[in-house]
């Protein structure tokens, strides 16, 4: 890390450093710490002679899809994390919401485009011969998205200070060389896979590995051949099943969702180095990791951590967010004198080590990464159709609607039918995999919410 904590410094430190160095590998193109920060740099030129001051990038994972994230950060301008496979209108939503003025699009090559995907001519090449960049350029803000109680996708604004602090802090717990490498196969458009499976590893001077997508993931780590291998829990546990750890593989670091006590059981025998990332989108995946198999996190910043009267977790410092997207309201409720009300509830043992009690249960924390809005789901479902009651819950891991029809005689079949429809509008992250009737009004608290306990309890009797 430089003094100034920022890409281009980044990138250059390490270009002058290790020039010949492989940074990134995808499949058989391997690219050197050099040509990386060349890259990035001609792209960044190259964004500065376009006005608009946000640019989207949603591809699968890729050297150029590197190049562009880097080089629009860079150039100065905000940058908007948006997942490739998301329903075209779910997608264009989102466009609208962070008010993108360009795209960059896998199909088209990456080619900047309008806010509609369609090709600027004058785009179509990088020509920046006799430019200069501007080291003085302040660096452009990162945009992407999480769930939240109120909404299904919410903008999170992290700056660029917050994911190198975050890559600062691991570094302070997890070992990463330049002799390391890290293979990357999980999604780069969410805080976790972005920043530690490619920003940290990069700041160490490893080699990132890109994955070459889903039907390639058992194999990737026998072509690969990594040392460290970033993981959702489904991921991890998979490869774990089918045989798919390396020889060469020292280190595991599983994030995105909490690790499963039966997971973390499965691993602890053999010679692998286990870790568990505790945090939320909103800090920067930055609050603490579990090594031990207990259950409790070693906190990254001890002061930067404090439990409420009511046992929730609160944050502070240089790992929390600049906030949601235009939205005061929101920030308001969250963010109180620069800390951030997490949600989660949680204490502090006597070692000093943070313990979970509670995720949020406004959201359901998917064991893909995935996060989705309790309320908003709940909502959407009792929307539909002949419903009267619905309620969304991660059963047997299956994503599951308990739903009270209006109609008492209503058949399974008939909701089947509705549900997948509303599973092609919201796509594969939140597809709800089963359903199930309940001709009674769904068991509720004392102060109305619905008893989840009473809600499973009850799918376990009708098995």
Sequence with gaps: MTDKNTFYNMLKNNAQKHPDAVAVVYDTMKVTYAKLFDDVTKKALHFQKFDGERIAIFGQAS?????????????????VLVDFFLPHDSRVDLLKKTEVNYTLTSTNQYILSDENSIIISSAEKDDVEGLIYDENTTEGDIIMFTATAGECDK??????????NTATEISNRVECTEDDIVLAQIPLHNEFGLIYSLIWPLCCGAM???????RHIDADTYYYDPTILIGTPSMIDYL???????????????????????????????????????GTTETSGCVGVNELYDGSYTLFDKDAVTIAEDGEI?????????????????????????????????RIN????????????????????????????NEQITAINGVAEGFITFYNNRLTAIIVPIDKGATEDIFKRRID????????RWEIQKIVLRKEPLP?????????????EFIEKIK
């Design 63 to 79: 050297y150029r899809w590197i190049v562009n994230m880097f080089g629009t950060i860079v150039a100065g301008k905000d940058l």
């Design 155 to 164: 903008p999170v604004v992290l700056s660029v200070d917050n994911i190198l």
């Design 208 to 214: 990132v590995c890109i994955g070459r997508g889903l």
């Design 240 to 278: 774990r099943a089918v045989s798919g750890f390396n020889s060469e593989l020292k280190t595991i670091i599983i994030g995105g969702a909490s690790c499963p006590f039966r997971l973390f059981e499965n691993l602890c025998d053999s010679d692998l180095k286990v870790y568990n990332i505790y």
């Design 314 to 346: 609160l944050v502070k410092g240089p790992c929390v967010m600049k906030g949601y997207y235009k939205d005061d309201e929101a920030n308001n409720k969250v963010l109180k004198d620069g800390v951030y009300h997490t949600g989660d509830y949680g």
């Design 350 to 377: 006597n070692a000093g080590r943070l313990v979970l009690l509670q995720r949020n249960p406004d959201i359901i924390l998917l064991p893909t990464g995935e996060k989705i809005s309790r309320v908003r789901t």
């Design 421 to 428: 429809k509303y599973n092609e509008k919201k796509g594969y």
């Design 444 to 456: 509720r608290n004392a102060d109305g919410t619905v008893d989840e306990d009473a809600v499973c």
